[in-house]
């Protein structure tokens, strides 16, 4: 079982700034990593995909230009910065893995096999 530990959230206000992290001491370097969010009463968005050990990241319209994603993959960690948040960020965010990296950039939630617990990040206008 690949225990994944997402940190992080808390509340900002609009404009504001927050870093998540993801530990993953059981993941592959060679997996395709995602960063999931979801609001109340909607389904998931995937904020972020990239693979663990380096290389692009592929951001959704919704985060691209105040989102990036980086790793230390000597400690199995990967982080989300988020920059200028806005109310509509409010969602609880996940992190996610899966061993394949096929079509990486483009799995939906359903297509990852390991989740963390999720951290709820709360932006106020």
């Known amino acids: 079982e690949a225990d994944l530990v997402a ?19 059981g993941i592959s370097l060679s997996s395709c990593m995602g960063w999931f969010r979801q609001a109340p009463g909607k389904d998931y968005e995937g904020v972020a995909r990239f693979q663990f050990g380096g290389g692009t990241t592929t951001y959704s319209d919704s985060v691209k230009g105040r989102f990036t994603t980086s790793r230390d993959n000597a400690k199995k960690v990967v982080y989300l910065k988020m920059n200028s948040l806005k109310p509509e960020d409010t969602a609880m965010y996940y992190c996610a893995a899966d ?27």
């Open 7 to 25: 940190s992080g959230g808390g509340s900002v206000q609009a404009g504001g700034s927050l870093t998540l992290s993801c530990l993953a001491p």
């Open 99 to 125: 061993p394949s990296v096929e079509n990486c950039f483009f799995r939906a939630a359903g297509d990852f096999d390991y989740w963390g617990q999720g951290t709820q990040v709360t932006v106020a206008a």
